[in-house]
């Protein structure tokens, strides 16, 4: 027992938290003061549920009416054919090269036709179009709510207009309610994500983007409870606009409106490329590292929160390098191809690949099996 108090009062000492000769007396929340309270973190777990609810509540009755009105289909038109030996295959967690020729030559036919059922059968269990239709519908809808409530309760606020503000008086910054909800459904939002992401669209860029929720979490909880409501307010406020146009131009394309998502896709590559790649560094962040330290004498907790935020620009390089890298290969084919950073597990071209084999394994899996041959 003793040895758990010495770790909690070590990891809450303000001199890990705090600047020097600051107590957590001195941003205890009073009647005058409402300071931050490290307390309110578990209020965004409860918060997530609500929202999940939510989201599957709105994708169930107004998301899916609305795609299929669009003439989004909610099952896929291509399906392997039935083949009792490779579907029992396929139930296997893995199949080896080894197993692809054993099965090639029960069959009777070629290596690549395996592959092909194989390819088509892993399609075929992916959601369909719908389904991301809907799940992007409720990214979009968030993300909209968030900047434009963001931008209006930022707006009258000192530190929208001066970034230095964030550090004049530190930390004795009392956050008003409406920043409170602002923190609060953020770190909901992004809660939610962290679990719906184990059962949602399985995307190339998993990892990167779990990374990003739980690096995001930490942020806020981080300046949360050093009192570092007012740069993370910011940091939120620059990362929601140029979602809302990444999730309009995926549905456009998943709703075969493709010249109106080449055009939002341009409009979203310059939003990312402006506040991810632009004002994110330069104006965020060259004031966290450089402007800040002039202001407010340093303290371990900012040096991890400066860290996270780096961190988040690494992220952001990443995904900024496969955003021109589509929009590189949309000005020489036409059009955007591609689901837009964060891919899905299904190629574009594996689905051409899909299309083109559906008459050769319909070919071969109605052959008779080996054992039915001898009948």
Not at 61 to 90: D, H, M, Q, V, W
Request: proline residues 4%; aromatic residues 18%; contains cysteine.
């Amino acid at each position: 027992m003793n040895t758990l108090m010495n770790i909690s009062s070590t990891f809450w000492s303000p001199d890990i938290w705090l600047p020097p000769n600051i107590t957590w007396d001195d941003i205890k929340p009073n009647s005058e003061n409402k300071y931050a309270d490290y307390h309110h973190l578990i209020f965004p777990l409860p918060m997530a549920l609500i929202l999940l609810i939510m989201r599957y509540t709105l994708e169930r009755y107004c998301f899916a009416p609305f795609g299929k009105s669009l003439g989004i289909k909610n099952t896929r038109s291509k399906k392997a054919p039935t083949n009792e030996i490779l579907e029992k295959a396929y139930s296997s967690k893995k199949i080896k090269h080894k197993q692809i020729i054993a099965l090639a030559k029960q069959l009777d036919c070629s290596e690549r036709q395996i592959e092909r059922w194989l390819r088509l059968r892993r399609s075929q269990d992916k959601p369909s179009t719908l389904t991301k239709f809907c799940e992007n519908n409720w990214r979009c809808s968030y993300y909209t709510y968030s900047f434009f409530y963001g931008l209006i309760i930022l707006w009258n606020k000192p530190w929208l207009w001066d970034i230095n503000q964030c550090y004049y008086n530190y930390p004795y910054h009392s956050v008003t309610n409406d920043v409170w909800w602002y923190y609060m459904i953020s770190m909901a939002f992004y809660w939610s994500l962290s679990f719906s992401q184990f059962f949602d669209v399985k995307r190339k860029d998993f990892w990167q983007m779990f990374i990003h929720h739980i690096v995001t979490i930490v942020l806020l909880c981080f300046s949360w409870v050093a009192n570092l409501t007012r740069i993370g307010s910011l940091v939120l406020l620059v990362h929601d606009s140029a979602d809302i146009f990444l999730e309009v131009a995926k549905m456009a394309k998943y709703a075969n409106y493709q010249k109106f998502c080449d055009f939002i896709f341009v409009i979203f590559t310059i939003l990312w490329i402006s506040t991810r790649v632009g004002i994110f560094p330069f104006w965020i962040i060259y004031s966290t590292l450089i402007e800040a330290p002039k202001i407010v004498p340093m303290f371990p907790a900012y040096y991890v929160f400066n860290t996270l935020l780096c961190l988040l620009l690494l992220l952001h390089s990443i995904w900024t390098y496969v955003i021109i890298k589509i929009a590189y290969n949309a000005f020489y084919a036409g059009q955007m191809e591609g689901d837009i950073r964060s891919n899905s597990s299904e190629d574009v071209s594996d689905a051409s690949e899909n299309n083109a084999s559906v008459s050769d394994t319909t070919n071969y899996v109605n052959k008779r099996s080996p054992r039915q041959k001898t009948q």
